[in-house]
């Protein structure tokens, strides 16, 4: 009856199921119940009101037994949740990075891919991290949904029962790209797991040194290109040291790209607009970035040519 794609989908589906029956039980029964009494209660037939006062048991019923069914309602969400907090111990980990709008998930020996392959049948706990802002991880078919904050570290996991692939959904809104914020989980046999990741390659040592990992770890290249392509923000190509348009206030004025460029437009975004973009599409890294980081992503610009 229930699909066995996870440990999680009987609990959540019975909770689900459970709550819906009660529910349509008292939209049906209580409707039902609303056009008998004005029916039977109608001016017509009932023209003199009844005042009914002082039931101790008509109190007592309404009061208990809604009472039980919330109660009981609770009990089943409580049940089903419990487990999904619980990390069995032993179980695989794969750190899964959301950003600004891709997911990566790590694996042991700094191994790096862009879909969640799993073996069947073993527990895996997915350690969830955002350099940005707040992202989801939701398995629909495994009923699995958590959120990916920053600054605070949160877990999921599961175990998965079926072979094949599933859609992996970032559930809370991102910014521009969040509709195309997806990935997929693939479910293959242990043998066939263990080749694919003996042949996932090690995360390359970065070329451009600890600034463009900073600006990488921050999901900073998701918005800014390299290469000169335009995103949803200005290129960092050939910006170091160039005079730039901006917008201050609604007025257009020149500056020089600098550091104190550099470090404006990283804490306070929305201070010097560059170009065309819009307003408010970037938030302040203040919390983030500290000014040692910015130091070190400013050598890193000035070498960008
Ligand atoms: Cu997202």
């Not at 969830?128 to 959120?147: M, N, T, W």
């Not at 790209?177 to 390359?204: D, G, T």
Request: hydrophobic share 40%; proline share 5%; with cysteine.
């Amino acid at each position: 009856m229930f699909s066995n794609a996870s440990n999680f989908v009987q609990g959540v589906d019975t909770a689900f199921a459970i709550i819906v029956g009660i529910s349509l039980f008292f939209l049906i029964g209580l409707t039902a119940l609303m056009i008998y009494f004005v029916i039977r209660y109608s001016r017509k037939r009932h023209p003199k009101t009844e005042y009914v006062k002082d039931n101790p048991w008509l109190e007592a019923t309404w009061i208990g037994v809604p009472l039980i069914i919330v109660l009981y309602m609770f009990y089943i969400g409580w049940e089903g949740f419990l487990p999904m907090r619980q990390v069995p111990e032993g179980a695989m980990k794969v750190k899964a990075i959301g950003k600004m709008w891709v997911y990566e998930f790590e694996y042991e020996g700094n191994k790096v891919s862009d879909t969640l392959v799993l073996p069947i049948d073993k527990p895996v706990r997915i350690d969830l991290y955002s350099p940005d802002v707040l992202h989801g991880f939701s398995v629909p078919a495994f009923r699995i949904k958590e959120d990916m904050v920053p600054v605070k570290d949160n877990y999921t996991w599961f175990k998965p029962g079926e072979l094949g692939e599933f859609d992996l959904f970032c559930t809370v809104y991102c910014g521009l790209s969040h509709s195309s914020m997806h990935s997929i989980v693939k479910i293959v046999p242990e043998l066939e797991f263990n080749k694919w990741l003996a042949a996932l390659p090690v995360r390359k040592k970065e070329v451009g040194g600890q600034g463009k990992k900073i600006l990488d770890k921050n999901g900073c290249f998701a918005c800014h290109s390299v290469d000169g392509t335009k995103l949803v923000g200005p290129t960092f190509k050939g910006s170091y040291g160039s005079k730039i348009k901006v917008k201050t206030n609604g007025a257009v004025r020149e500056v020089i790209f600098d550091e104190k460029y550099l470090e404006k437009s990283i804490y306070e975004p929305d201070a010097d607009i560059s170009g065309e973009y819009p307003q408010g599409l970037m938030k302040s890294y203040k919390k983030v970035i500290s000014k040692e980081d910015l130091v070190v992503i400013n050598d890193y610009l000035k070498g960008l040519k």
